[in-house]
């Protein structure tokens, strides 16, 4: 099993940034590969961006591309998800997530096992 923990949401004016960190517990981390997803009232949840567990190579979504960057610290067995220049559209609670162990990263939510409780984002003038 394993526990997740998001934090760092919160609100911010368009064109702001956060910085959402991910705390895991209960295992290491270092052999999974670990995503960000997002989801808006009314709508699926949406892949924000991944990082693979074997060499930290990271894949964001093209709507997030240039301004979103995914990082993990395994010696904290946290994952980071730093977001720049916020869009009013991003409005979303956040969620971290665990693919299988020494798994590939995945696109899809049911290719994740383990999830955090969420933290809302929100973008507004």
């Known amino acids: 099993q394993v526990q997740l923990v998001e934090s760092g949401g919160g609100s911010v004016q368009p064109g702001g940034s956060l910085r959402l960190s991910c705390v895991a517990s209960?295992?290491?981390?270092?052999?999974?590969?670990m995503g960000w997803f997002r989801q808006a009232p009314g709508k699926e949840r949406e892949f924000v961006a991944g990082?693979?567990?074997?060499?930290?190579?990271?894949y964001p979504a093209d709507s997030v591309k240039g301004r979103f960057t995914i990082a993990r610290d395994n010696a904290k067995n946290t994952v980071y998800l730093q977001m720049n220049s916020l869009k009013p559209e991003e409005t979303a609670v956040y969620y971290c997530?665990?693919?299988?162990?020494?798994?590939?990263?995945?696109?899809?939510?049911?290719?994740?096992?383990?999830w955090g409780q969420g933290t809302q984002v929100t973008v507004s003038s």
């Open positions: 990082i693979t567990w074997r060499s930290s190579n990271t």
């Open positions: 209960g295992r290491t981390i270092s052999t999974y590969a």
């Open positions: 997530a665990t693919g299988r162990p020494y798994g590939t990263l995945g696109y899809a939510p049911s290719q994740y096992e383990y």
